[in-house]
């Protein structure tokens, strides 16, 4: 898996996942993106993994939404976009229960909608 920043506007940055899926370069890539939310002083982010090929099993989506809830914990509101028919929100409710602001759309435009309340 590859990740590319593709905006970073005053308020957010936005990031799009491609390639096929893997846990070990998902956890990378979640700390190297928190990474960029520090230094930058980012405090929102858009996270589309739309391009990226293969499901994720249940087992990694409670890895990365514990992680997920580890780095980013209340500093950091995370918007997910993904593909409709992959969603299942179990790295949301893992994220939500550890205290984190992780929620997962289908849509761009609902997901940016949420991120900027």
């Known amino acids: 898996m590859k990740y590319s920043l593709k905006e970073t506007k005053e308020d957010y940055s936005y990031f799009e996942i491609t390639g096929i899926y893997s846990l070990d370069e998902g956890k990378k890539m979640i700390e190297e993106i ?60 893992v994220a939500h229960n550890r205290g984190s602001q992780l929620f997962i759309f289908s849509d761009k435009t609902e997901a940016l909608e949420w991120l900027m309340k």
Not at 39 to 68: A, Q, S, W
Request: charged share 30%; glycine share 4%; aromatic share 10%.
């Open 34 to 93: 928190y990474n960029h939310c520090m230094e930058n002083k980012i405090h929102k982010l858009l996270v589309d993994i739309t391009k990226k090929d293969g499901i994720i099993p249940n087992f990694d989506r409670f890895v990365l939404g514990e992680l997920i809830a580890k780095l980013f914990s209340f500093r950091i509101k995370l918007a997910v976009i993904g593909k409709k028919d992959q969603i299942n929100k179990f790295s949301e409710t």
